[in-house]
């Protein structure tokens, strides 16, 4: 989903604020749905619709703004405690049925990741708080009509977030209360089965009262659950290998070059991306699809550092690759550039890393199957089904 489509709207402490595509799907039906009901909306807050300054369709679009106004406070409330904690955000996606934030690594600790999922719920609750309040204070209908409105939404928002299940932060907040007996993995094994009743529940539900909602969240926990499974057990088995175990060996292309000598290189050493030396110091890909978007007849005008893909940051060769799985995943081309002693020696791809993936699971599953597995069972060999899907989102 992430994939898809998103638009950066703002920078706030440092973190890139995205509005995904289908939040502004949703955008116009929320109006339509908001706007139709005002009248009662109206009644219900005990203000007469004439009094308010503005009709349905301008209410409508209001409180669905103030919705995803409130679906971002809450996300911060979240990227505050991990930036506590010491975790690097980079970036918060607002979507349909929630935010996403994109963080450098989940914390591990039951009670860092219980923190960090609670807090969301909790600032939900207390902006509910703060708009009951302005709600009972005001005697001007459009802010009592606003804080009635604000105040059922992020009590709403809270209650929905608190269910447990993922990718809810009630899912997570039940994984970090199971991993302090159970461990990471049987705490996200029984988190995800939970996850999966949730998701049957709605789907059934939704499906009886034809209420597309209701499958859209059945579908969103069944996909959150799915996910987190195969993130977890991708960090699992990977676990032990380093960036430069993974790498591979590519000298860099200095970022003055033009696209005939990058074009060149490429076909020389059967590469489609090059790791970019650059003069700010930055880490930087050049790909082949992005020289494709040049005219032949402008490449040997165009430099490397005019098409380039600046990534968020190298590996050091030492790095455990387990630490970089969400950075690969959304880092343009799947590939992050690989150093050693601050020097670029080549690049780490996700495609790679996929068929590491797939070998591990293989060589797991052969090991139960001839059931001399032996030692501690605290690894990721309880389940080395196919069920874990391609690369971590
Ligand atoms: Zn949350």
Same mark, same amino acid.
Request: charged share 20%; proline share 4%.
């Given at each position: 989903?992430?994939?898809?489509?998103?638009?950066?709207?703002?920078?706030?402490?440092?973190?890139?604020?995205?509005?995904?595509?289908?939040?502004?799907?949703?955008?116009?039906?929320?109006?339509?749905?908001?706007?139709?009901?005002?009248?009662?909306?109206?009644?219900?807050?005990?203000?007469?619709?004439? *009094?308010? =300054? #503005? &009709?349905?369709? !301008?209410?409508?679009?209001?409180?669905?703004?103030? $919705?995803?106004?409130?679906?971002? +406070?809450?996300?911060?409330?979240?990227?505050?405690?991990?930036?506590?904690?010491?975790?690097?955000?980079?970036?918060?996606?607002?979507?349909?049925?929630?935010?996403?934030?994109?963080?450098?690594?989940?914390?591990?600790?039951?009670?860092?990741?219980?923190?960090?999922?609670?807090?969301?719920?909790?600032?939900?609750?207390?902006?509910?708080?703060?708009?009951?309040?302005?709600?009972?204070?005001?005697?001007?209908?459009?802010?009592?009509?606003?804080?009635?409105?604000?105040?059922?939404?992020?009590?709403?928002?809270?209650?929905?977030?608190?269910?447990?299940?993922?990718?809810?932060?009630?899912?997570?907040?039940?994984?970090?209360?199971?991993?302090?007996?159970?461990?990471?993995?049987?705490?996200?094994?029984?988190?995800?089965?939970?996850?999966?009743?949730? *998701?049957? =529940? #709605? &789907?059934?539900? !939704?499906?009886?009262?034809?209420?597309?909602?209701? $499958?859209?969240?059945?579908?969103? +926990?069944?996909?959150?659950?799915?996910?987190?499974?195969?993130?977890?057990?991708?960090?699992?088995?990977?676990?032990?290998?380093?960036?430069?175990?993974?790498?591979?060996?590519?000298?860099?292309?200095?970022?003055?070059?033009?696209?005939?000598?990058?074009?060149?290189?490429?076909?020389?050493?059967?590469?489609?991306?090059?790791?970019?030396?650059?003069?700010?110091?930055?880490?930087?890909?050049?790909?082949?699809?992005?020289?494709?978007?040049?005219?032949?007849?402008?490449?040997?005008?165009?430099?490397?550092?005019?098409?380039?893909?600046?990534?968020?940051?190298?590996?050091?060769?030492?790095?455990?690759?387990?630490?970089?799985?969400?950075?690969?995943?959304?880092?343009?081309?799947?590939?992050?550039?690989?150093?050693?002693?601050?020097?670029?020696?080549?690049?780490?791809?996700?495609?790679?890393?996929?068929?590491?993936?797939?070998?591990?699971?293989?060589?797991?599953?052969?090991?139960?199957?001839?059931?001399?597995?032996?030692?501690?069972?605290?690894?990721?060999?309880?389940?080395?089904?196919?069920?874990?899907?391609?690369?971590?989102?």
């Amino acid at each position: 989903m992430m994939g898809l489509k998103s638009w950066k709207i703002a920078r706030i402490r440092g973190v890139d604020v995205n509005l995904h595509i289908s939040l502004l799907l949703l955008l116009p039906y929320l109006v339509l749905a908001i706007g139709s009901r005002f009248g009662s909306v109206a009644r219900d807050a005990g203000v007469s619709a004439e *009094a308010l =300054s #503005f &009709g349905a369709w !301008g209410w409508g679009f209001i409180c669905a703004l103030g $919705l995803f106004a409130s679906i971002l +406070i809450h996300e911060f409330g979240h990227v505050m405690v991990a930036q506590t904690q010491g975790t690097r955000v980079d970036g918060v996606t607002l979507m349909m049925l929630g935010g996403l934030s994109t963080m450098d690594r989940p914390p591990e600790r039951p009670f860092a990741e219980f923190r960090l999922a609670i807090i969301g719920p909790l600032v939900s609750l207390a902006l509910a708080g703060c708009f009951l309040a302005l709600e009972s204070a005001s005697t001007q209908p459009d802010l009592k009509f606003l804080g009635f409105w604000l105040s059922r939404t992020n009590l709403a928002l809270a209650v929905f977030n608190l269910l447990p299940a993922f990718p809810m932060d009630g899912g997570r907040a039940l994984r970090s209360l199971l991993a302090v007996k159970r461990g990471q993995l049987k705490a996200t094994q029984t988190a995800v089965k939970v996850s999966t009743v949730f *998701a049957w =529940s #709605f &789907g059934v539900m !939704g499906a009886l009262s034809l209420n597309i909602i209701l $499958l859209l969240i059945a579908f969103f +926990i069944f996909a959150g659950a799915q996910t987190e499974l195969a993130f977890l057990l991708s960090r699992g088995l990977l676990k032990g290998i380093r960036a430069g175990d993974v790498a591979i060996e590519v000298s860099p292309i200095a970022e003055n070059q033009n696209l005939i000598a990058c074009a060149d290189r490429m076909i020389k050493e059967r590469q489609t991306v090059l790791p970019v030396i650059t003069t700010s110091g930055e880490s930087a890909l050049v790909s082949l699809g992005r020289i494709r978007t040049i005219p032949s007849e402008f490449r040997d005008t165009t430099r490397v550092r005019d098409i380039m893909s600046v990534v968020r940051r190298s590996l050091d060769k030492q790095e455990a690759i387990s630490d970089a799985l969400s950075e690969l995943a959304t880092s343009p081309g799947g590939s992050l550039p690989v150093t050693s002693d601050g020097k670029i020696i080549g690049i780490v791809r996700a495609a790679d890393l996929n068929e590491v993936l797939q070998l591990k699971r293989l060589e797991e599953s052969a090991i139960l199957s001839f059931g001399t597995h032996v030692g501690e069972p605290t690894g990721v060999t309880t389940e080395p089904s196919e069920k874990s899907g391609g690369k971590a989102a």
